[in-house]
């Protein structure tokens, strides 16, 4: 799944701020790598994993696998259930922040 956003072209008559640089800025400088983009895949993918473990766990457990325990199978489905939701209300607050972007009056 690829997540990448393409950035609107704007005019740079419009655009705010355009070709005005703080004193100092010449160029990738202090600019971390990866950024938002990147720390969100790594959360998805994380997510990912902690729900793929859950459910090996589950299957573990109902195929009587003694070396596999009731509350570790317990506890990771909480915990692949509470970084589901926590992506849930990320990716809510985006869709809404976009459409309040793409609602807003130029």
Do not use: H
């Not at 993918?45 to 729900?51: F, I, W």
Request: proline share 6%; glycine share 8%.
């Amino acid at each position: 799944m690829d997540l990448r956003l393409t950035p609107v072209s704007m005019p740079t008559s419009i655009r705010p701020g355009a070709g005005v640089r703080p004193a100092g800025a010449g160029g990738a400088e202090g600019v971390a790598t990866g950024g938002f983009p990147e720390a969100f895949k790594n959360a998805l993918q994380s997510v990912s994993k902690a729900q793929n473990e859950s459910s090996r766990l589950q299957r573990e457990v109902q195929m009587e696998n003694p070396k596999v325990s009731l509350e570790e199978t317990m506890v990771a489905i909480q915990k692949a259930q509470i970084g589901f939701q926590a992506t849930l209300n990320v990716r809510n607050r985006m869709v809404q922040a976009y459409t309040d972007i793409m609602n807003m009056q130029v």
